[in-house]
């Protein structure tokens, strides 16, 4: 992902109130995040319990942009681990969450929303860059690791499209 700044962050929101907007907090982090080894930024709100954003490069009609939603976790953590939808990693050390989005449009407006299982913390692009499990001895590891990142990133970006689908 390549840097952007916490204005084409706000900027880039679709399907948000502007007090919604407004109420945005970065992370505390955020001049030091490493946007080389991100896939796409998603952090949680410090300030609104529940709140999460994620910032996702896409390719529009018009060429590359930068959409950003906001996320609302589910009251109740899943009973039992679950896989994160995104990242798809058995292994991740923070707990797969449910978060909800409104849809882009009128459909957003009615209240329709899409969920996804996704960590928590939103690591999916560390855990895509982890190594293969030893089995894969042998094999091109690189080449997996890189095929895990390319599969995030279409997963992240198809999921974005399912949200804007119903804008007008």
């Known amino acids: 992902m390549d840097p952007v700044s916490q204005q084409q962050i706000i900027d880039a929101f679709?399907?948000?109130?502007?007090?919604?907007?407004?109420?945005?907090?970065?992370?505390a982090d955020f001049d030091d995040l490493d946007f080389g080894k991100?896939?796409?930024?998603?952090?949680?709100?410090?300030?609104?319990?529940?709140?999460?954003?994620?910032?996702?490069?896409?390719t529009g009609p018009d060429g590359a942009e930068l959409v950003t939603v906001i996320l609302t976790q589910a009251e109740k953590k899943p009973a039992a681990k679950a896989m994160c939808s995104w990242c798809r990693?058995?292994?991740?050390?923070?707990?797969?969450?449910?978060?909800?989005v409104r849809r882009g449009g009128a459909a957003g407006r009615k209240g329709d929303t899409i969920g996804m299982?996704?960590?928590?913390?939103f690591s999916c692009a560390a855990n895509a860059r982890k190594l293969p499990p030893a089995f894969?001895?042998?094999?091109?590891?690189?080449?997996?690791?890189?095929?895990?990142?390319a599969d995030l990133r279409t997963r992240v970006n198809g999921f974005v499209a399912e949200v804007l689908s119903t804008e007008e």
Not at 17 to 25: L, M
């Open 136 to 149: 894969h001895k042998g094999t091109d590891v690189e080449m997996i690791r890189e095929q895990n990142l």
């Open 89 to 100: 990693d058995v292994n991740i050390t923070s707990q797969a969450v449910l978060y909800t």
């Open 14 to 27: 679709r399907g948000a109130t502007k007090s919604e907007i407004k109420r945005v907090t970065f992370p």
């Open 117 to 121: 299982l996704v960590c928590e913390d």
């Open 38 to 58: 991100l896939e796409y930024l998603g952090w949680r709100d410090r300030k609104i319990p529940r709140r999460a954003y994620v910032a996702v490069p896409t």
